[in-house]
């Protein structure tokens, strides 16, 4: 099995941005999509974005749509999260993960077969 490694969290101020990476090292032939989610102190892990690894398809939550986009590079095995506009509200542990296999439901956390390590992401205010 592989292993997520997840990059680039960091303070930043509100309306700031931030770039996360997340390094794959297994095969990309048999990945059907990635993810990224956060969670806060206390909180469930909430669903941030997804992105289909052989199609680019991408959805994202409410909460951020329109702020952060998602990406992937498959030669480097690497999916990226842009943040731009970011809102205290943002402040949270990010995570990415690997769904090897075709679902309908990329929102949920349980869909994923392998997950990274975190990156905090703090906005102060």
């Known amino acids: 099995q592989g292993k997520l490694v997840e990059s680039g969290g960091g303070l930043v101020q509100t309306g700031g941005s931030l770039k996360l990476s997340c390094l794959g090292s297994g095969r990309t032939r048999t990945r059907y999509a990635m993810g990224w989610f956060r969670q806060r102190p206390g909180n469930v892990r909430e669903f941030v974005a997804a992105i289909l690894w052989s199609a680019g398809t991408t959805w994202y939550a409410n909460s951020v749509k329109g702020r952060f986009i998602i990406s992937r590079d498959d030669a480097k095995n690497t999916v990226y999260l842009q943040m731009n506009s970011l809102k205290p509200e943002d402040t949270a542990a990010y995570y990415c993960?690997?769904?090897?296999?075709?679902?309908?439901?990329?929102?949920?956390?349980?869909?994923?077969?392998?997950w990274g390590q975190g990156t905090q992401v703090t906005v102060s205010s």
């Open positions: 993960a690997e769904r090897i296999g075709r679902t309908f439901t990329l929102e949920q956390p349980t869909a994923y077969d392998l």
